[in-house]
Antibody, heavy 125, light 108 residues
Framework: QVQLVQSGAEVKKPGASVKVSCKASGYTFTSYYMHWVRQAPGQGLEWMGIINPSGGSTSYAQKFQGRVTMTRDTSTSTVYMELSSLRSEDTAVYYC??????????????????WGQGTLVTVSS | DIQMTQSPSSLSASVGDRVTITCRASQSISSYLNWYQQKPGKAPKLLIYAASSLQSGVPSRFSGSGSGTDFTLTISSLQPEDFATYYCQQSYSTPRITFGQGTRLEIK
């Protein structure tokens, strides 16, 4: 079955960087884009960016431009999200989510399915 | 960015109730609207895509409707396992997707 398995929880100091991994299985890794979404404690969902596992191209939310880097390793079917210059406000659960694209009539729809289990990143001095 | 506003932010209901959650977009998004359910400590799960299509495996008591700027998620008869937080998501401006702020559904 399709599965996304993320790396374990991290504790980082302000100013450091964190790199979270997301290993895909059960489907052709290079055929589906991957998103990263984060959720601060008790808050809603915030889209961070997307990577094309085939060519490696990326698009990031403006809020994270310059601080986030998404990469992939096709040999291990793994995508990575690295966030630098961490501050306390970056404390959150980080999710990867596969993009599904569906064509109907003249429209192209997208949604996320499945999601990884989430990785808690805590930024604290 | 397209802003998504859900209402209410929270609601209390009883098992067996019919519940409706509303999502409004800041501009027309046609039917590029998805709904997710999230339980505490878990990742979101897709319920509805393209405004009204039920994801495989999701119970038929869940339904979605709407187009343009106004959308609804309806649960026809609440079950104990439905108490969770629900998020709408617009994909009109994909890949720059945005979510609503969430609606927390609690047991009365």
């Amino acid at each position: 079955q399709v599965q996304l398995v993320q790396s374990g929880a991290e504790v980082k100091k302000p100013g450091a960087s964190v790199k979270v991994s997301c290993k895909a299985s059960g489907y052709t890794f290079t055929s589906y884009y991957m998103h990263w979404v984060r959720q601060a404690p008790g808050q809603g969902l915030e889209w961070m960016g997307i990577i094309n596992p085939s060519g490696g191209s990326t698009s990031y939310a403006q809020k994270f431009q310059g601080r986030v880097t998404m990469t992939r390793d096709t040999s291990t079917s793994t995508v990575y999200m690295e966030l630098s210059s961490l501050r306390s406000e970056d404390t959150a659960v980080y999710y990867c989510a596969r993009d599904i694209e569906y064509s109907s009539s003249w429209s192209l729809y997208n949604w996320f399915d499945p999601w990884g289990q989430g990785t808690l990143v805590t930024v604290s001095s | 960015d397209i802003q998504m506003t859900q209402s209410p932010s929270s609601l209390s209901a009883s098992v067996g109730d019919r519940v409706t959650i509303t999502c409004r977009a800041s501009q027309s998004i046609s039917s590029y609207l998805n709904w997710y359910q999230q339980k505490p400590g878990k990742a979101p799960k897709l319920l509805i895509y393209a405004a009204s299509s039920l994801q495989s495996g999701v119970p038929s008591r869940f339904s979605g409707s709407g187009s343009g700027t106004d959308f609804t998620l309806t649960i026809s008869s609440l079950q104990p396992e439905d108490f969770a937080t629900y998020y709408c998501q617009q994909s009109y401006s994909t890949p720059r997707i945005t979510f609503g702020q969430g609606t927390r559904l609690e047991i009365k």
